[in-house]
């Protein structure tokens, strides 16, 4: 049974940084892109960053691009994404995501990612 460890979340104030870790119970890890989604309170999950199998191509989402760095470790079968300059409006449940094997580059569509976390929640408040 695949698993997805997230840890990392909590309680941060506004303007503040968080780095988010995920750790992937897959022997094939290194061949699949990784992904981190977020959904908050009444809201639809939503893309927040990707990372390619060999970690050389990134994409984020408009709402964290400039603040967020997503980064793996294959040797480590870990995925991490920091995010900096928190507000308010970065509140919710983070996922970690894993994609398919054998895909090149990165994806944003929660619908073609095979594996899921269950979430670490991150509340930016004052």
């Known amino acids: 049974q695949v698993q997805l460890v997230e840890s990392g979340g909590g309680l941060v104030q506004p303007g503040d940084s968080l780095r988010l870790s995920c750790t992937v119970s897959?022997?094939?890890?290194?061949?699949?892109?990784m992904g981190w989604f977020r959904q908050a309170p009444g809201k639809e999950r939503e893309f927040v960053a990707a990372i390619s199998s060999t970690g050389v191509n990134t994409r984020y989402a408009d709402s964290v691009k400039g603040r967020c760095t997503i980064s793996r470790d294959n040797a480590k079968n870990t995925v991490e994404v920091e995010v900096n300059s928190l507000s308010p409006d970065d509140t919710g449940v983070y996922f970690c995501a894993v994609g398919p094997v054998g895909h090149g580059g990165t994806n944003s569509a929660p619908s073609v990612y095979e594996y899921w976390g269950q979430g670490t929640q991150v509340t930016v408040s004052s």
């Open positions: 897959l022997h094939d890890f290194s061949r699949r892109f």
